[in-house]
T-cell receptor, first 110, second 117 residues
Framework: DAKTTQPNSMESNEEEPVHLPCNHSTISGTDYIHWYRQLPSQGPEYVIHGLTSNVNNRMASLAIAEDRKSSTLILHRATLRDAAVYYC???????????FGAGTTVTVRA | GAVVSQHPSRVICKSGTSVKIECRSLDFQATTMFWYRQFPKQSLMLMATSNEGSKATYEQGVEKDKFLINHASLTLSTLTVTSAHPEDSSFYIC?????????????FGAGTRLSVL
């Protein structure tokens, strides 16, 4: 079961970028890197995923290290609505279930 | 993103009663749905994987006779908590999987907060 390591918490100011690191040194070649976030009292929300190349979508960017042993989720301009727990999860066809760790709790200061 | 509707959002029941939670994928067909449980201040724990037209696969330690799962159609899965007791009080969350090449993305419902008195 490939695992990820994330910092417990991170603080940011509104309108500033947030860089959330994730280490996954035991990642296998078939593992995709997924990010989900969970706002208070809600179900998780898909953010982004990638395999080898960096990815961008309307919510965030995902920067993947060349050796794939780490990645960074980038929120370009944090808003108060981005305050949530962010989960970095590895998933593949061989192990398609999502295993949620403790995640990183992001606090955004106005 | 895809929309998953979960109902009810909150339920309060007496000990010994059964509670049914519905999970619907509104704009796509989900052959696979998942049920999670989340206790306060903790992360999500997968309870079971539900495949349309077949029996659910339960995670270790989850009682299949206690948590009945039915996935009768491509857009609906239900979780029934039978003979609920106070220790079953939790936040129950479903998700529906959308499959791509070699990966799946899960779209989650808003969750059901169950309080058993």
């Amino acid at each position: 079961d490939a695992k990820t390591t994330q910092p417990n918490s991170m603080e940011s100011n509104e309108e500033e970028p947030v860089h959330l690191p994730c280490n996954h040194s035991t990642i296998s070649g078939t593992d995709y890197i997924h990010w989900y976030r969970q706002l208070p009292s809600q179900g998780p929300e898909y953010v982004i995923h990638g395999l080898t190349s960096n990815v961008n979508n309307r919510m965030a960017s995902l920067a993947i290290a060349e050796d794939r042993k780490s990645s960074t989720l980038i929120l370009h301009r944090a808003t108060l609505r981005d305050a949530a727990v962010y989960y970095c999860i590895l998933s593949s066809l061989n192990d398609y279930k999502l295993s949620f760790g403790a995640g990183t709790t992001v606090t955004v200061r106005a | 993103g895809a929309v998953v509707s979960q109902h009810p959002s909150r339920v309060i029941c007496k000990s010994g009663t059964s509670v049914k939670i519905e999970c619907r994928s509104l704009d796509f067909q989900a052959t696979t749905m998942f049920w999670y449980r989340q206790f306060p201040k903790q992360s999500l724990m997968l309870m079971a994987t539900s495949n349309e037209g077949s029996k659910a696969t339960y995670e270790q330690g989850v009682e299949k006779d206690k948590f009945l799962i039915n996935h009768a159609s491509l857009t609906l899965s239900t979780l029934t908590v039978t003979s609920a007791h106070p220790e079953d009080s939790s936040f129950y969350i479903c998700s529906a999987a959308a499959w791509g090449d070699n990966f799946n993305i899960q779209y989650f419902g808003a969750g059901t907060r169950l309080s058993v008195l």
